[in-house]
């Protein structure tokens, strides 16, 4: 298993941005799809961006054109640059692996995730 550690969230006010970071302690990114999940107060963790070994990326339908996806695979490093950030952006927010993009598991078990919380 491979852990890893997410950082970056903070409390920010709406139309404010945020960059997260996710280190893992291994060289696994090379390798596999990379994904950032959030998960609000109530709801069920869902996928919030994709990106494969290759590069391509993909988003859900409500941070697309405000949120990016990156990858540094000699720093084992993933980012989510957040834009324009909304209040129902609030979430903690978790990193991952997948073995490709659109699969419904990751390959890892969960961190302890970086609150992300927007004020209006």
């Known amino acids: 298993q491979v852990q890893l550690v997410e950082s970056g969230g903070g409390l920010v006010q709406a139309g404010e941005s945020l960059r997260l970071s996710c280190a893992a302690s291994?060289?696994?990114?090379?390798?596999?799809?990379l994904v950032w999940y959030r998960q609000a107060p109530g709801e069920q963790r869902k996928l919030v961006a994709t990106?494969?070994?290759?590069?391509?990326?993909s988003y859900a339908d409500s941070v697309k054109g405000r949120f990016t996806i990156s990858r540094d695979n000699a720093k084992n490093t993933v980012y989510l640059q957040m834009n324009n950030l909304k209040p129902e952006d609030t979430a903690v927010y978790y990193c991952?692996?997948?073995?490709?993009?659109?699969?419904?598991?990751?390959?890892?078990?969960w961190g302890q995730g970086t609150q992300v919380t927007v004020s209006s």
């Open positions: 991952n692996t997948a073995p490709y993009s659109g699969a419904t598991y990751v390959l890892n078990s």
């Open positions: 990106i494969t070994s290759g590069g391509s990326t």
């Open positions: 291994g060289s696994i990114f090379s390798a596999n799809a």
